[in-house]
């Protein structure tokens, strides 16, 4: 896999972590504090559950973590989809109030706790929906393509950024068109935001009527 390829699947990667920690907190397993670093807006996460159960190895956390929330790692139900059902997943029955931790050990804990804190917000992030296969294939042969053509590519970013650019795709490959178009629509792939993509089918479709 080439330098371009790897950059543009971890590009995916980390969407598909910020995904799962963006649901994780709208289905209540992570807090949310909005902070300013350096004149950037960031969000900052922190467990809502009982970090005291990780182990520290990262498998079998990951394990224990989609056995017990993975629900909450998805996007939240509709309100037309919503079951009420009585009582709490069994790792809500004891939270520690501090967002996981135990209280009582002051500065001396500080550290630790905020590194337990971290590695449980990564574990979130990565107990998530990897990204598709299809979108992984299709950055590798946009990869390609990019690398055997002509453009520059900071000139295809630059372009790509632009307001409302019109980008022409074209692969002797089935199915290539509409894997390009899901993979342009994810969201923070394209820089600048989401793009709409049309396929050839589609194309031909209006053309014709």
């Given amino acids: 896999m080439s330098k371009l390829s790897r950059l543009l699947v971890r590009r995916l990667e980390r969407i598909a972590r910020r995904e799962a920690q963006r649901n994780a907190h709208r289905n209540g397993l992570l807090q949310v504090k909005i902070v300013e670093i350096g004149g950037h807006v960031m969000r900052r996460y922190a467990p809502a559950f009982d970090t005291s159960r990780l182990s520290g190895d990262r498998d ?24 009420v059902t009585e009582g709490r ?10 967002g996981g931790t135990q209280a009582g050990g002051g500065e001396r804990n500080s550290a630790s706790d905020h ?17 598709f ?13 990019i690398e055997n053509g002509r453009m520059p590519f900071d000139k ?9 650019p019109v980008v022409s795709l074209h692969a ?24 709409t ?13």
């Fill in 156 to 164: 295809i970013v630059r372009a790509a950024a632009m307001s409302a």
């Fill in 197 to 209: 993509g049309i396929d050839g089918a589609m194309s031909m479709t209006t053309q014709a009527s």
């Fill in 60 to 83: 079998q956390d990951l394990a224990w973590l989609r056995r017990n929330f993975g629900g909450y790692l998805l996007p939240p139900p509709q309100p037309s989809d919503i079951v």
């Fill in 133 to 145: 296969v299809s979108n992984i294939v299709a950055v590798i042969v946009l990869a390609r393509a």
């Fill in 89 to 98: 997943p069994p790792a809500f029955l004891a939270p520690f109030p501090s």
């Fill in 172 to 195: 002797p490959i089935a199915g290539f068109e509409q894997a390009m178009r899901r993979l342009i629509e994810v969201s923070g792939f394209i820089p600048g935001g989401a793009l």
């Fill in 115 to 131: 590194a337990r804190r971290a590695y449980a917000v990564s574990l979130v992030g990565r107990a998530g929906r990897p990204p």
